[in-house]
């Protein structure tokens, strides 16, 4: 059958998490670096799109494709590995220990990041002629975006720092559940189809992407943005990624190896 029932997919979710903690540090860092690349294209495709339109929900609809396209080329996204590699280490799989979980996320959020400032490099030359004119009207408003999600939350202060940290978490809650969705097919466009609904509602609800944000914001700080590194991480990044961390491994990771392994019921011998 083309579709895996839960206890299938999430044996494949902490098979997964196991071969991300042993694999080399080359790999790792080639398929983040790509993964970082591609998302960030898709942001601008997104943004370009709705810019055009007028209409957010438009790019929010097409956004998915960057998504899509990675997992299905096996590449790794920050907030994926949140969800996946614990999984093996809480399934006491041979050889995994904290150590190599961590290591994991290290060079895959570095990955993701030198990949996404790749493209934010890219993109400044493409909207601004080589940086001989002013940014264009997309360049523009990833310009603002990038001033209203850090000096915006900055503005509440700790409501500000707390709203963050809640749209970091509802983000990987559905971003992880795109993951999974990349598993629960044996087909290109069951998976495709699974993937793409909670990623278009997380870009449709503005909620915060720490690989996303690795492109948008130093991007915004090259096309003229008003705020600074430090905004940027302390009012930004960091809690995005702490939200992405809690929102994933809680809401999808945990509660889909809780109940449908632990917890299943055991065949009679």
């Known amino acids: 059958m083309a579709y895996l029932v839960p206890s299938e997919f999430v044996t494949k979710m902490v098979d997964a998490g196991e071969s991300k903690v042993f694999m080399s540090t080359r790999d790792t860092l080639i398929r983040s670096y790509m993964a970082g690349a591609i998302l960030a294209l898709a942001a601008v ?28 080329m096996g590449f790794d996204l920050l907030t994926g590995v949140f969800v996946l590699t614990p999984l093996a280490l809480i399934d006491k799989r041979p050889g995994v220990t904290l150590a190599g979980v961590l290591r994991n996320w290290g060079l895959v959020f570095t990955g993701n990041l030198f990949g996404a400032l790749t493209v934010a490099f890219m993109m400044a030359i493409i909207f601004t002629y080589g940086f001989s004119v002013e940014p264009n009207a997309v360049g523009q ?37 795109g993951v999974v969705g990349a598993m629960i097919s044996t087909t290109v466009s069951g ?10 509602l997380f870009f449709a609800m503005a909620f915060e992407h720490s690989v996303v944000n690795m492109f948008l914001f130093p991007s915004a700080m090259i096309l003229g943005g008003d705020f600074s590194v430090m905004d940027y991480l302390i009012w930004n990044e960091i809690p995005t990624v702490l939200g992405n961390l809690v929102g994933g491994l809680a809401f999808t990771g945990l509660t889909l190896y809780s109940t449908h392994i632990k917890t299943a019921p055991k065949r009679a011998i």
């Open 141 to 177: 408003k990833i310009a603002g975006i990038g001033e209203a999600r850090t000096l915006g939350y900055a503005e509440h202060g700790a409501a500000g720092m707390l709203t963050l940290f809640i749209r970091g978490m509802l983000c990987n809650w559905m971003v992880s559940l």
């Open 45 to 72: 495709f997104a943004i370009t799109v709705a810019v055009q339109t007028g209409s957010p929900l438009i790019g929010a609809i097409l956004f998915p494709v960057g998504f899509s396209m990675l997992y299905l």
């Open 191 to 200: 998976k495709v189809i699974a993937m793409w609904m909670p990623i278009m």
